[in-house]
């Protein structure tokens, strides 16, 4: 069984930075041959990709996201981060990290709050 645990979510200021961290955990799973994306979802809006790594390291972001966020991962130690500055109050919405490019497996989101 894989789960994926996001942590780091927070109230901050317009302009503020924030790291949200997503361990993963489970039996047979090594994150080193999977892709791995945070997705992001505001109230009443879908579910949208972030930014993803993959195995080999080359990394993709949202163009609103573009310059602001930076995500890495540490395969040993099955962890990965988003580095988030100059978050501005569009960036509020609950933040999922997944495992899988495309997505299998889901963590349970972290809140993050960007007040203006």
């Known amino acids: 069984q894989v789960q994926l645990l996001e ?3 927070d109230v901050v200021q317009s302009g503020g930075s924030l790291r949200v961290s997503c361990a993963v955990s489970g039996t047979m799973v090594s994150i080193s041959i999977n892709g791995l994306g945070w997705y992001r979802q505001a109230p009443g809006k879908q579910r949208d990709l972030v930014a993803s790594i993959t195995t080999d ?3 993709n972001y949202a163009d609103s996201v573009k310059g602001r966020i930076t995500i890495s991962r540490d395969n040993a130690t099955r962890t990965a981060w988003m580095q ?3 978050l501005r109050p569009e960036d ?3 933040y999922f990290c997944a495992l899988g490019i495309p997505p299998r497996f889901w ?3 972290t809140q993050v709050t960007v007040s203006s």
């Open 84 to 86: 988030m500055n100059s």
């Open 107 to 109: 963590g349970q989101g």
């Open 92 to 94: 509020t919405a609950v």
């Open 57 to 59: 390291g080359r990394t």
């Open 7 to 9: 942590s780091g979510g």
